[in-house]
C-alpha cells in the first residue's frame, strides 16, 4: 500500500470529496450537535447515544453514518468540558477531571479564558490525531494484511487483556466480564454446523443476542435507574464575566501541556480498553508531576485543564485506527461503530483501508471539520448549552427511555428484543452494584464470534496443535506481549496501587 | 460468615452459577474435537473459565473479609457506584465532586423496567401513542412524591413529539393508534 505523500495528499482529497457533500456535512453537524448536548447532559453520554443511533443508521449511506456516530463521540468530549468548567458537574466520565481546575478557574472569574483553553486543547488534539488516524491507519493496515487466522486470534487476545489491564478494578471481574461476553455472542445458530445454541426455540436468538438491545441496557438503562438513584451537589453556575480568551500566560503554560495530553491520549486511545476517560487523568497526573510548583493544580492551573482535555479527545479519536485498520475495537463504543458497518454489510478489517477508500478518508476529513464545527458550537454558543441544564432530569429520561424502546423495535420489529433491553437494564443495575465493569462484555459479545471463527480455523489449519499460536512469528509476539502485561500488572507492587486506587 | 457475604463474593457466585447454568443447559451440544471443533467446544470452555474465575473471586472476597479489621465496618455502598466518579490514575487525595453515595433504592429499577416493558407489551396491540403515553407514566415513577397531574401533560407531549419525530419524520412502521379487531 502506498503511503508517500504524494499519495495521503490524493486521499485525503478523495476524502475532501467525500465529505463536503451537503448530506455528510449536515450528518457531521447533527452528529457534533448531539455529542455536544449529550455530552453536556449528565446521565447520558456517547455509548447510549450511538447505541440509539443504530437503528437510524439502517437509513443512512454507511460513510454518512459513522461521519455521524463519530461526531457524537469526539462532539462529548468538547461539550462535557463545559459543564465541568462552569457548573462542576462533569457531563462525562472523562470530563470529571477537568472539573477540577476548570471549576476553579471559573470561580477566579476566569471561566472564559478556561473554555477557550479547553476548545482549542481539544481542536489540536483531533487535529493533531485525525493526521496520525490518516498517516498511521494504513501503515497499520498494511502490516495486518500479513494477518493469518492465528495472529488475529493472538491480536484479540492482547487487546482483552490490555482491556482488563487498563481498567481499575479486580481483574478476575474483568476478565469474568469478558468470557461471559464472549458466551453471549456466542448464542445463537453456529455457522459452521448449523446447530443452535443456548437459543431454547426462541426465534429472536437464532440470530444471536442483539449487541444493541445489550448495549442500551447495559449503558443507556442501567445508567437512568443509577442516576435516579443518586443525588450529586453541584456548584452554582458560574456567569462569563470575563474576557473570552486566555492570556499570552496561559498560552505558554497550556502549550506544552496540551502536546503532552495529546500524544498520552494518541497512545493510549490506541490501546484496547483505551477510551477517553483513562487518558483524561492519566494527562492530568502527568502534568501534575511534572509541574514545578504542583500545589497549584486544584486551584486554577491552565494545565489542569488543557492536557486533560487534549487527551481525551485524542484518546476518543485515536480508538479509530485500531477500528479501521484492524477491524477490532478498542472499547465499547468503537465496539457499536463496528456493528454499525456489519449492519451496512460491510466487513471491518484491514481491507476496508484499500476497498473502501472514501469510507475511510471520508471519515477522517470529517473527522477534522468536525474539529472545527465544534469550537464554533462551544464558544459562542455556550450560553445554550448552560441553559439546557436547567432543564429537570425528570423530563428528560422518560424519553429516553421511550427513544431506547422505539430504536431497539425498529431494528428487527421485535417487541422481544425491546424485552430483552429491559433485561439487560435489570443485568446491567446489577453488575454495577456488584461493582462488575459493563464494558468488557460488550467487548467481548462483539469481539466473541470473531474469536471463535479464527480459533477454530487456526486449528483446522493445525489440526488441533495449539502450538500454531507460537510458531507464527507475529503471532507468537502478540501473546508474549499480553503475558508480559499480565505478569507486570500481577507484579505485587503494581497490584498494591491498584488495590489502593480502588478504595 | 455473614461478614464474607460482600459484592465480590456476591459477583463470584454469580459467575459460577453462570457458568454452571451453561454447562447444565449445553450439555447436548456436540463438542467436537480441537481440529474439528464442534458448536459446543468453545462455549462451553467459556463456562468453565467463568466457574473457575467466580471461585477466585468469591476465593479473594472471603480471603479479604476474613482480613478486616472486626470493628471497622467496610460500608457496601460508597461514592464510588456514583456513576459521576471514576477512580483511575488520580492521586489518592484528589478531590472530585461531591457526591451523596447513593442508597440501595428499587424504585428506579422497578419504574424503568416497568416503563420498558409496558412499552414492549402495548405496542403492537394498543399503537405507539398508548405506548409511550403508558411508559413514560410508569417511567415517572421512579421520582417520588410527584404529583399524577404534573406528569401527564410531558407523557402526552411525548407521546404526540414521538408521533411527529418517528412516525411522520421518519416514516417508522409503527401504528400510532390502537388496532381494533386485532
Known amino acids: 500500500m502506498d503511503i508517500g505523500l504524494a499519495s495521503l495528499l490524493a486521499n485525503l482529497a478523495t476524502g475532501f470529496s467525500v465529505a463536503m457533500t451537503p448530506t455528510n456535512l449536515g450528518l457531521c453537524l447533527v452528529g457534533c450537535l448531539l455529542g455536544t448536548l449529550v455530552g453536556v447532559l449528565p446521565g447520558i453520554g456517547p455509548t447510549a447515544t450511538v447505541a440509539m443511533l443504530m437503528p437510524i443508521t439502517f437509513y443512512l449511506e454507511p460513510t454518512g453514518a459513522l461521519i455521524m456516530l463519530a461526531g457524537v463521540f469526539y462532539g462529548s468530549q468538547y461539550g462535557g468540558s463545559t459543564t465541568a468548567i462552569l457548573v462542576n458537574l462533569p457531563g462525562e466520565s472523562s470530563s470529571v477531571v477537568t472539573c477540577l481546575d476548570g471549576y476553579a478557574m471559573a470561580q477566579r472569574g476566569r471561566a472564559g479564558a478556561a473554555l477557550a483553553i479547553a476548545a482549542l486543547a481539544s481542536l489540536f488534539a483531533g487535529t493533531v490525531t485525525t493526521l496520525a488516524i490518516a498517516v498511521g491507519g494504513p501503515a497499520i493496515a498494511g502490516i495486518a494484511l500479513l494477518f493469518q487466522s492465528p495472529d488475529y486470534v493472538a491480536v484479540m487476545v492482547l487487546g482483552l487483556v490490555a482491556a482488563i489491564v487498563l481498567a481499575h478494578g479486580s481483574l478476575a471481574k474483568a476478565l469474568a466480564m469478558i468470557v461471559l461476553g464472549v458466551f453471549l455472542g456466542l448464542i445463537g445458530t453456529d455457522v459452521t454446523t448449523g446447530e443452535q445454541r443456548y437459543t431454547f426455540g426462541v426465534a429472536d436468538l437464532f440470530d444471536g443476542v442483539g449487541f444493541v438491545p445489550v448495549a442500551m441496557g447495559l449503558f443507556g438503562l442501567a445508567e437512568i435507574m443509577l442516576n435516579l438513584e443518586s443525588r450529586a451537589k453541584e456548584g452554582g453556575i458560574t456567569r462569563l464575566r470575563d474576557r473570552l480568551w486566555p492570556t499570552r500566560a496561559d498560552f505558554r503554560q497550556a502549550t506544552p501541556a496540551t502536546i503532552r495530553g495529546t500524544l498520552l491520549g494518541i497512545v493510549l486511545g490506541i490501546l484496547p480498553g483505551g477510551g477517553s476517560t483513562i487518558p483524561s487523568f492519566a494527562a492530568y497526573s502527568l502534568e501534575k508531576k511534572l509541574a514545578r510548583d504542583p500545589s497549584r493544580f486544584g486551584k486554577g492551573a491552565v494545565e489542569g485543564v488543557a492536557a486533560p482535555e487534549a487527551a481525551n479527545n485524542a484518546g476518543a479519536q485515536a480508538g479509530f485506527i485500531p477500528m479501521l485498520a484492524l477491524g477490532i475495537p478498542p472499547n465499547a463504543i468503537m465496539a457499536l461503530m463496528v456493528g454499525a458497518m456489519m449492519i451496512h454489510g460491510i466487513q471491518p478489517g484491514p481491507q476496508i483501508i484499500a476497498k473502501q477508500p472514501e469510507l475511510f478518508w471520508g471519515l477522517v476529513v470529517s473527522m477534522w471539520i468536525g474539529n472545527f464545527m465544534l469550537v464554533i458550537l462551544n464558544l459562542p454558543l455556550i450560553g445554550i448549552w448552560v441553559k439546557l441544564i436547567e432543564l429537570p432530569y425528570r423530563y428528560l429520561f422518560p424519553g429516553i427511555i421511550v427513544f431506547c424502546c422505539i430504536g431497539v423495535y425498529s431494528l428487527r420489529n421485535s417487541v422481544t428484543e425491546v424485552m430483552f433491553m429491559a433485561a439487560f437494564g435489570v443485568f446491567g443495575y446489577v453488575l454495577r452494584k456488584l461493582d462488575c465493569e459493563p464494558a468488557p462484555l460488550l467487548l467481548g459479545l462483539i469481539l466473541g464470534p470473531l474469536l471463535e471463527e479464527n480459533f477454530r480455523r487456526s486449528m483446522s489449519l493445525s489440526g488441533g496443535d495449539f502450538s500454531i499460536f507460537f510458531t507464527r512469528p507475529i503471532s507468537a509476539t502478540l501473546l508474549i506481549g499480553a503475558a508480559l502485561l499480565l505478569g507486570f500488572v500481577l507484579l505485587p507492587a503494581v497490584r498494591r496501587q491498584r488495590e489502593m486506587l480502588r478504595d | ?182
Open chain 2, 1 to 182: 460468615m455473614l461478614r464474607g457475604l460482600n459484592r465480590d463474593s456476591v459477583a463470584g457466585a454469580m459467575f459460577i452459577a453462570i457458568g454452571a447454568g451453561g454447562l447444565i443447559t449445553g450439555r447436548a451440544l456436540n463438542v467436537g474435537t480441537a481440529d474439528a471443533m464442534g458448536e459446543g467446544y468453545v462455549p462451553l470452555a467459556m463456562c468453565w473459565l467463568m466457574i473457575a474465575l467466580g471461585a477466585l473471586i468469591v476465593f479473594n472476597a472471603l480471603r479479604a473479609a476474613v482480613r478486616t479489621d472486626p470493628t471497622g465496618s467496610v460500608p457496601d455502598v460508597t461514592a464510588r457506584d456514583s456513576p459521576l466518579v471514576v477512580a483511575v490514575g488520580t492521586d489518592p487525595e484528589g478531590s472530585v465532586p461531591d457526591v451523596e453515595p447513593p442508597a440501595f433504592n428499587p424504585r428506579p429499577l422497578l419504574a424503568v423496567t416497568i416503563a420498558t416493558l409496558a412499552f414492549a407489551l402495548l405496542l403492537e396491540p394498543l399503537g405507539i401513542i398508548v405506548a409511550v403515553f403508558a411508559s413514560s407514566l410508569c417511567a415517572s415513577k421512579a421520582m417520588p412524591a410527584v404529583p399524577l397531574s404534573s406528569v401527564l401533560l410531558p407523557a402526552a407531549l411525548l407521546s404526540l413529539a414521538v408521533l411527529a419525530l418517528f412516525v411522520w419524520g421518519l416514516g417508522l412502521p409503527l401504528h400510532a393508534l390502537p388496532r381494533l379487531g386485532g
